[in-house]
């Protein structure tokens, strides 16, 4: 009933900067929070940042200082600014979105994102 289109990923020298975007539409009538997960190669899939209802935030050790998430309430659409970005970035990003009510959880397809030069 919640569908998340994500877009904004691609090939990204290091040292460079790109910014995700992540679209909710459906059956959304609250939201508890909206947030940003990658998974490498052979790894498992960790949070990056999330983002809650009343604006505040949270970043992986990994990327603070060099990642901002941000949120469009009248879009239902989050944001990933990142910047700085090093080859370990390299990872399909994947967006989530944390309903309230009903209580449930959806995911996005993912988008790659690669640092290299």
């Known amino acids: 009933q919640v569908q998340l289109v994500e877009s904004g990923g691609g090939l990204v020298q290091p040292g460079g900067s790109l910014r995700l975007s992540c679209a909710a539409s459906?059956?959304?009538?609250?939201?508890?929070?909206m947030g940003w997960y990658r998974q490498a190669p052979g790894k498992q899939r960790d949070l990056v940042a999330v983002?809650?209802?009343?604006?505040?935030?949270n970043y992986a050790d990994a990327v603070k200082g060099r990642f901002t998430i941000s949120g469009d309430s009248a879009k239902n659409t989050v944001y990933l600014q990142m910047n700085s970005l090093k080859p370990e970035d390299t990872a399909v990003y994947y967006c989530?979105?944390?309903?309230?009510?009903?209580?449930?959880?959806?995911w996005g397809q993912g988008t790659q994102v690669t640092v290299s030069s």
């Open positions: 989530k979105i944390v309903l309230f009510r009903p209580p449930s959880a959806y």
């Open positions: 459906g059956s959304i009538y609250s939201i508890n929070n």
């Open positions: 983002i809650t209802s009343d604006g505040g935030t």
